[in-house]
């Protein structure tokens, strides 16, 4: 009789005996810190910063990013990544505005679902075919970007009656953005159905060790084409938001998010390789990438060196966060 398979879970998914680690405890804590050490600076930069108007902005501004980011990091968190989600919340944006006029209210739902199937086709490709699935979602980048600019004649599309979206870009009391009240929704179904259900060891246990968790009997094959589902599901949301900003559709609107989004998962603390990490980080990675945006036009710095921050960014958080015990050999 073969040996029993034993899982190392994650401090997120599971309690370890004698509690998480030092290290596990201060990555958890080291997005938390970011944000906080970037609104004091911003407010010592900008005495008016703190005040009611500018921080709705940003909390509205952080909200479709936040949405995006939620999507792809459950992809992430099973050991994979979805780099189509700015293309396919660009695609997204382009259906809706042309969707809306004969859907009315029903175009939003439709949208989510075309973007959930989009992913989830993606996911059987990573699955059944056994494609990476950086080279799966590199490609479907590619395939919606140009089925956007095809269909909206490489230009916008501006939405006529904003009636049926007007739920994206309106204030609770005059104050709270109603993205950010979608983006928290959406953060907190997820992570809930994660944490009160098998989902979360099961996803735990993909990302940490594919093989061990097809050993245990865990369903990885459908579990992976789910988080893909889910990582579409939430480009098309993020679309949604975003067309509710701007009252139009545009083939290229999302398209400067990626990097961002990516950014925002490994900064809030989810390994790259998968199995560590959680929702709530990449809630509150998105809001320090957005005060770092915001923080760059208050010190007066160009927004073309944005990029070379994210690069940076990333570069550093995957360096912290990486489990260098499940990487033998860097390639």
């Known amino acids: 009789m073969s040996a029993p398979v034993t899982i190392r879970p ?16 201060l990555t958890s804590l080291m997005p938390v810190l970011a944000l906080v050490s970037l609104v004091i600076a911003l407010a010592a930069a900008k005495p008016g910063f703190l005040s009611q108007p500018s ?16 999507g792809a990091t459950i992809a992430v968190l099973c050991g994979g990544i979805d780099l189509s989600i700015a293309a396919l919340a660009s695609l997204s944006s382009v259906l809706l505005a042309m969707w809306l006029p004969t ?3 029903l175009a939003s739902v439709a949208v989510v679902g075309v973007a959930a199937a989009a992913g989830a086709l993606q996911g059987a490709a990573h699955v059944f075919l056994r494609i990476p699935s950086f080279i799966v979602t590199l490609g479907g980048m590619s395939l919606f970007s140009s ?8 230009a916008p599309v501006p939405v006529i009656d904003d009636g049926p979206i007007r739920w994206g870009f309106t204030r609770i ?18 992570a809930l159905l994660i944490k009160a259900t098998p989902l979360g060891s099961w996803i735990t ?8 968790a097809r050993l245990a009997g865990i369903p990885v094959d459908p579990l992976k084409i789910g988080a893909f589902c889910v990582s579409g599901a939430c480009a098309g949301l993020a679309g949604v938001l975003l067309v509710a900003r701007t009252f139009s559709g545009g083939p290229t609107m999302a398209d400067s998010l990626l990097l961002p989004a990516v950014a925002a998962i490994v900064v809030g603390g989810t390994a790259i390789t998968g199995g560590h990490g959680g929702l709530w980080r990449t809630l509150v990675g998105a809001l320090v990438v957005t005060l770092l945006r915001v923080g760059l036009s208050v010190v007066g710095v160009s927004a073309a060196y944005e990029s070379i921050l994210y690069g ?10 990486l489990d260098r015990s499940k990487v033998m050999v860097v390639k």
């Open 10 to 25: 994650s401090s997120d998914a599971a309690v370890v005996k004698g509690g998480p680690t030092r290290s596990e405890s």
């Open 103 to 105: 859907l009315g209210g």
């Open 147 to 154: 089925i956007a600019l095809v269909i909206s004649g490489a």
């Open 55 to 70: 921080m709705t902005a940003v909390v509205d501004a952080a909200a479709p990013l936040a949405v995006l980011a939620a």
């Open 173 to 190: 009391f005059d104050v709270v953005p109603s993205a950010a009240v979608v983006a928290v929704v959406v953060v907190a179904v997820l």
């Open 312 to 321: 940076a960014l990333i570069v550093a958080a995957v360096a912290l966060t």
């Open 205 to 212: 246990a993909t990302g940490y060790s594919e093989p061990a």
